[in-house]
C-alpha cells in the first residue's frame, strides 16, 4: 500500500508564497514521475507540474516563472514552491505520482488527499 500525505497548504495575499509538501510512504520500490495538479470550483482538474526521477520538470504556462517544482528521492518527497501567487490560483492541489508498489507489478497511478490554497485579493 502507498500513501501519499500532502502539506503547506492555507490562506495566503496576493503576491505572496506558499510551499507544498508531498511525501510517499508504504510500499514502493521505485517512483517515476511525481506531478502537482489543481482543482478550482467548477473547473477541470488540471496539471500544474511534473518532474521526473531525473530531474527534468515541466510547468502549465500559467504558473511558468513563478512555481518551482522539486524532489527529494532520498525522501520519495515532492515540493512545489509557489511565488506570486494570483487570486486564480486559488484550487485544492493534489499530488500525484507513478510509483512501483511490487516486483511482481508494474507502476501504479497514486493520489494524495488535496491541500487547500486559497489567495485572496
Known amino acids: 500500500q502507498v500513501q501519499l500525505v500532502e502539506s503547506g497548504g492555507g490562506l495566503v495575499q496576493a503576491g505572496g508564497s506558499l510551499r507544498l509538501s508531498c511525501a510517499a510512504s508504504g510500499s514502493i520500490i521505485s517512483i517515476n514521475a511525481m506531478s502537482w495538479y489543481r482543482q478550482a470550483p467548477g473547473k477541470q482538474r488540471e496539471l500544474v507540474a511534473a518532474?521526473?526521477?531525473?530531474?527534468?520538470?515541466n510547468y502549465v504556462d500559467s504558473v511558468k516563472g513563478r512555481f518551482t517544482i522539486s524532489r527529494d528521492n532520498a525522501k520519495n518527497t515532492v515540493y512545489l514552491q509557489m511565488n506570486s501567487l494570483k487570486p486564480e490560483d486559488t484550487a485544492v492541489y493534489y499530488c500525484?505520482?507513478?510509483?512501483?508498489?511490487?516486483?511482481?507489478?508494474?507502476?501504479?497511478?497514486?493520489w494524495g488527499q488535496g491541500t487547500q490554497v486559497t489567495v485572496s485579493s
Open positions: 518532474i521526473t526521477s531525473g530531474g527534468s520538470t
Open positions: 500525484n505520482a507513478d510509483v512501483r508498489a511490487s516486483i511482481y507489478r508494474g507502476f501504479g497511478d497514486y
